[in-house]
């Protein structure tokens, strides 16, 4: 059974970092793009950053110049490496990952999500 678990959250000042982690396990061919999702109380979930299996990244206005996103395809696992936090960062960031579970089929998967406190 495929897994993705996130780790990394946390309570952070206003300007502080934090950096979130989030490896797949179980059996799979492969992993195609992966990012991160963020869903702060009352709003929806969106996107806050993603890459390509070839290292190609994508990132929402608010966070650009701020996060970064990055993977280890050898670990199987993607980063945040989040910067220069604010109050409105504050959210629960869910893992996103599109795994391919056979060679010719791919699968889109969720980890459980972990949260992140940014306090004035």
């Known amino acids: 059974q495929v897994q993705l678990e996130e780790s990394g959250g946390g309570l952070v000042q206003t300007g502080g970092s934090l950096r979130l982690s989030c490896v797949a396990s179980g059996r799979f061919n492969g992993i195609n793009d992966m990012g991160w999702y963020r869903q702060a109380p009352g709003k929806e979930r969106d996107l806050a950053a993603s890459?390509?299996?070839?290292?190609?990244?994508n990132y929402a206005d608010s966070v650009k110049g701020r996060f970064t996103i990055s993977r280890d395809n050898a670990k199987n696992t993607v980063y945040l490496q989040m910067n220069s936090l604010r109050p409105e960062d504050t959210a629960v960031y869910y893992c996103?990952?599109?795994?391919?579970?056979?060679?010719?089929?791919?699968?889109?998967?969720w980890g459980k999500g972990t949260l992140v406190l940014v306090s004035s």
């Open positions: 996103n990952a599109e795994i391919l579970i056979s060679v010719n089929t791919g699968r889109n998967y």
């Open positions: 890459i390509t299996n070839g290292g190609s990244t």
